[in-house]
């Protein structure tokens, strides 16, 4: 059984079709890279595994349950966490703030014991509040657990916000562009994170990607999609080499 | 006959509706002052019309445009104290700041005024001796006074708006503002002066639809327009906009055309036994329209 | 924490003097609040509107401050509170306390209709449908003759233990200072940040698995418990229903206040629901002062004290927006922190400035 499958995909907005019939796979405990142009739908393709689109027809199943009606915040509830192209963060809060934000479907108490104010409330929220100082650690963001997300740099903004994905305990993250904005080095570092998030947090990801070398370091499976549809999946190796491939990228006729 | 009088208010809803499309199109909020300008023209003209305190007793027609004037250079002053001082606040806050506009008009007039003069608006005519569906003074004539004038004045004043905004230069360029003000801007067109003319021609024809109800309203207390304790065209003239889709014109008008109908239909046939019949037909038809079809009746889908 | 008056003594010794200032500011504050009870039925008549201001700036703050929606209509939800009130009471012969209950859960369960729908309208919209509801409200339910007992409203008569307005505001400064710690309780809680996180950005609040429309839905509710209670609360202050008292007017007024103190602020909020509550009061007492009658002729001098307030608050607002778009509450903030434990401090530092509102 496939941890993320969707089959045949397609969304259309006003005289658009953005997508059509994507159909792709991703295994438990595999990284599968989605590449292609600007403008190929990538994001589009995500918004609707993560529910914020609604497609037109096809479906997504999440580990075999069919998914497609849910809404987003149910879809993570059912491990399906993932992070935004531009950051997705409470900017006027602190780190720790969105971090225990992020952990909102862990906070075991009711909303009402909350406002109450009683032990178990409290308690919880001192457990948030440790598991958030973990995730900090492990990031090496200690340093801003008090600063104001709107004020951080790009770079400690982007592992903020794995961070807050890892924190909505999910079994399949979606990273978009992770690696946008940051030099060749630091994409190579976030390279061995994600491998090594594969290997202590037995995670799966799905990676939209501009990064060449990081795709081919990470990804096990990469689906390249063009103009809102499959254009090709394999291996990297292979996916780079592939004629059509590079004239998608390239411009140019195979 | 509910129809006809139904039209006719609808006429003076549609002018309201107007103006809160313009100022929808050009700075994307619901301009809550819309019908105070009215107000405020409707009370100039009166205090022309009847030589109140230091004003001169003129003629009709003089005193009406005075207050035609008044409405427009509220409607200058709102832009250039309220609304630009404001420009990078968000829509919410500019649309709280139109609505405190609009108390503070009221409170004005009823300072100035105060609630228990009366202030009776002529009419622009007696009743003439036309009528339709039978002679004058059968039973079933509709006999055409001022409130009648009102449909034509209404028609021609759309008409005139809408000419003018299709074949002029300033009316090309308050259409480009309000498409993309960025891309008007650096073709040359000037934001602050068109936004100014927008706001000034939003306010007289505000002006317009208040000097035209003030007669039909008779006796006028501190903003009649809006409405206080009562329905007025304020919220009429909102609901018929959203009901033509918010950003067509001609779209505002047929909704004030309707919502008239409507409010005058509920108005007639539901018993006083079930009170505020008008508020609720009005709220149904405000939620549906915008539950089902958003974009109303003529609106484009790229709006909402 | 850190306390950082600690840390410029060099050490982890207590700051004594800082502790002694806090400790007689509170004083003067609570002592001052408590004092009012003793000064007679006028002024104490206009603290009670004042603390039910309060609370239903507290009800608004919900909805604007911590959702970031606006609620044109709220006159609705106190004034359906305050039918409910006086209804039970005169009707059932329920006891005071009960009234007031079911005033707030009416007010909330109106709030979950108004939110059932108005929630799934976009933006500014949204602001129009609860205009249009509330004016609705008005015009429908507050006049139906069986449940306002005819014309001139129905009427809600205090238990005789409250007849004095000295202690029937005690009561309503015990319910303010409830609602404060509750609310402050809400934002620190779960809740409260995923409200924060909605007001701020919906997918950001979908994306950490927050049920978006459930929250709002929660915000609206609870807003609404708390405008119902302000509402049987206030019909037992004037001791009648009027569904007059709740129209437009009062519906912006909540909403000008609420702006003005600075939405978002539980302490700008009050301060800015006194302001608004007690504008009649001094504009009244201006009188002698002013000598309206000399400046001005006869029929305006009226005017003035009966409008004036409306024209002031309406002024507020503009001169808010323009000039102080966070409201009071940016003036307030140094004290108020100040008050609650922390150092005494103009400006924000870069650091920690978000941190514990």
Redesign the interface.
């Known amino acids: 059984m496939w941890m993320l499958e969707t089959s045949g995909v397609s969304i259309r907005f006003g005289g658009l079709q953005a997508l059509q019939s994507v159909s792709f796979r991703v295994g438990e405990w595999e990284i599968v890279g989605l590449i292609g142009p600007n403008g190929a739908g990538k994001t589009t393709a995500f918004n609707c595994v993560s529910g914020f689109y609604r497609p037109n027809s096809g479906s997504i199943r999440l580990r075999g349950e069919e998914v497609t009606e849910l809404p987003p915040h149910q879809r993570v509830r059912r491990g399906m966490g993932r992070t935004f192209q531009n950051v997705g963060m409470v900017k006027t809060s602190t780190a720790l703030e969105n971090l225990l934000t992020a952990q909102h479907l862990q906070a075991g108490y009711p909303v009402v014991s909350g406002i109450l104010g009683t032990g178990q409330a409290t308690e919880a929220e001192h457990d948030l509040v440790d598991q958030a100082e973990t995730i900090l650690d492990i990031l090496d963001l200690s340093t801003i657990r008090d600063t104001v997300v709107g004020s951080l740099p790009y770079g400690q903004l982007k592992m903020l916000e794995l961070g807050c994905a890892l924190a909505t305990d999910p079994d399949i993250l979606l990273l978009d562009e992770p690696s946008s904005g940051l030099g060749p080095t630091e994409a190579l570092d976030l390279g061995d994170r994600l491998l090594a998030l594969r290997k202590e947090l037995g995670l799966t990801l799905l990676v939209i990607e501009h990064h060449v070398p990081l795709v081919t370091k990470v990804c096990d499976y990469v689906y390249v999609l063009n103009f809102g549809e499959i254009l090709a999946e394999g291996e990297p190796a292979y996916i780079q080499s592939h004629p059509q491939v590079v004239a998608a990228y390239l411009g140019t006729s195979p | 006959m509910p129809l006809v009088s139904g039209i006719v208010t609808g006429c003076v809803y549609g002018l309201v509706a107007l103006g809160i499309v313009l100022i929808y199109r050009s700075n994307r909020i619901f301009n809550f002052a819309q019908a105070e300008f009215g107000s405020v023209a409707a009370f100039v003209s009166v205090a022309f019309l009847d030589g109140l305190g230091p004003f001169p007793k003129l003629p009709y027609p003089v005193a009406v445009l005075f207050g035609l004037l008044a409405g427009a250079g509220v409607g200058l002053l709102t832009e250039r104290l309220v609304i630009r001082p404001l420009f990078r606040a968000s829509r919410a806050t500019l649309l709280v700041a139109t609505a405190g506009t609009a108390l503070f008009l009221i409170s004005a007039q009823a300072v100035i005024l105060g609630v228990s003069n009366i202030h009776v608006f002529r009419p622009v005519a007696p009743k003439t001796n036309f009528s339709l569906f039978g002679p004058v003074g059968s039973a079933h004539a509709y006999t055409f006074g001022y409130t009648e004038i009102d449909i034509v004045i209404g028609i021609v004043v759309l008409g005139a708006v809408g000419v003018w905004f299709f074949r002029t230069r300033w009316g090309h360029a308050v259409f480009a503002v309000s498409e993309d003000p960025t891309a008007a801007s650096i073709v040359g067109i000037s934001t602050t002066r068109i936004s100014a003319l927008t706001w000034a021609i939003a306010g007289l024809v505000g002006a317009v639809a208040g000097v035209l109800y003030a007669p039909v309203k008779g006796a006028l207390t501190p903003g009649f327009m809006t409405g206080i304790g009562e329905v007025g065209p304020l919220v009429f003239g909102l609901v018929a906009a959203v009901l033509g889709g918010m950003t067509s014109l001609p779209g505002a008008f047929i909704g004030g055309i309707l919502v008239g109908i409507i409010g005058s239909f509920a108005g007639t046939y539901i018993p006083t036994s079930f009170p505020g019949g008008e508020q609720v037909t009005l709220a149904a038809v405000l939620i549906f329209v915008l539950l089902v079809r958003p974009t109303g009746i003529l609106g484009t889908a790229s709006e909402t | 924490m850190t306390d950082h008056t600690a840390t410029i003594t060099g050490t982890g010794r207590l700051d004594l003097a800082g502790l002694g200032a806090r400790f007689a500011a509170w004083v003067v504050l609570v002592g001052g609040i408590l004092a009012i009870a003793g000064t007679g039925p006028n002024i104490t008549g206009y603290a009670i509107t004042a603390a039910i201001y309060v609370l239903v700036g507290l009800s608004l703050n919900i909805i604007l401050g911590y959702v ?1 929606q ?1 609620s ?1 209509g709220h006159q609705a939800l106190v004034g359906t509170g305050a039918l409910f009130a006086a209804y039970l009471s005169k009707a059932e012969g329920l006891p005071f306390v009960v009234d007031v209950v079911i005033g707030g859960l009416a007010g909330a369960a109106l709030a979950l209709v108004i939110g059932f ?1 108005a929630l ?6 949204l ?3 609860t ?3 509330g ?7 507050f ?2 003759p069986a449940l306002t007992g005819g014309g001139a409203g129905e009427s809600a008569d205090r238990p005789s233990v409250l007849l004095s307005n000295g202690r029937f505001y005690l009561v309503c400064v015990a319910v303010c200072v409830a609602v404060f710690y ?1 609310d402050s ?2 934002e ?7 409200l ?2 909605i007001k ?2 919906e ?11 459930g929250y709002k839905l ?1 915000a609206f509710v609870l807003s609404g418990l708390i405008a119902g209670v302000a509402g049987g609360l206030f019909a037992f202050s004037s001791q009648q229903f009027n569904g ?1 008292d709740f ?3 009062l519906a ?2 909540f ?2 206040m609420t ?1 003005v103190g600075g939405a978002g602020s539980r302490v700008g909020v009050a301060v800015g629901a006194i302001i608004f509550a007690l504008l009649h009061t001094v504009v009244s007492h201006a009188g002698p002062f002013v000598s309206f009658a000399n400046l001005f002729p006869a ?2 001098a ?3 004290l ?3 307030p ?2 002031i ?3 507020l ?2 001169l808010t ?2 000039f102080n ?1 966070g409201g009071l509450a940016q003036q307030l903030k140094p004290v108020s922190r100040w008050m609650a434990g922390g150092p005494f401090r103009i400006h924000e530092l ?6 514990r509102r």
């Open positions: 970031g606006l044109l729908v799934r309208i976009r933006g500014l919209y602001a129009l449908v205009l249009v509801i004016i609705t409200l008005q015009g429908s339910l006049e139906v509750l309780r809400l620190r809680s779960k809740a409260g940040r995923a924060l996180a701020e950005d997918r950001v609040a979908f994306s950490f698995g927050i049920d978006v429309m929660l007059n129209s437009f007017q912006l007024t909403v000008l702006v029929s305006t009226a005017n003035i009966q409008f004036g409306d024209l608050g309406a002024f607002l503009l927006l323009a778009p870069p650091v920690s400035a978000g941190a």
